[in-house]
């Protein structure tokens, strides 16, 4: 199943909101928009993964990630999983993005939303204070 973001233009309202950040390993400026390689992040045979599943990286770190001959391919997810982590993270402080309030309220949830939700309640930007919004 694809994963499309909520409206049309957010894709590239994220995206842009990245291309601001340094990049999330080693601090440089002048960053891509790394999609996952993984396939629990809907990667497969000609398909990018969800559109959240981003991290701001420089194109050396980028390439260093994604094909790079330093680092164990478990590294290699550990890293980029850490950028993603610490991109999100620094989009909610810098109120790049915010979470839609709306949707939280709504009784159908897709799988794909239950696991957003769910990786935004582990890096923190949720807490079990806002529970009141489900």
Known sequence: MRYEMPHKGDKKKLYAAVA???????????????????SKD???MGLKSYPY?????CPACHVEIDSGKHL???????KWDEAHIKTIQELFRRKLIQPLIEKFLADQWS????????????IGILRPASAKFF
């Open 111 to 122: 799988e794909d939303d239950r696991r957003a939700v769910g990786e935004l309640f582990a």
């Open 53 to 57: 599943r981003i991290a701001a990286l």
């Open 42 to 44: 809907g990667k497969g």
């Open 72 to 78: 164990t391919k478990a590294e290699r997810i550990e």
């Open 20 to 38: 601001t950040l340094p990049c999330q390993c080693c601090g440089a400026w002048g960053v891509q928009v790394s999609h996952s390689n993984q």
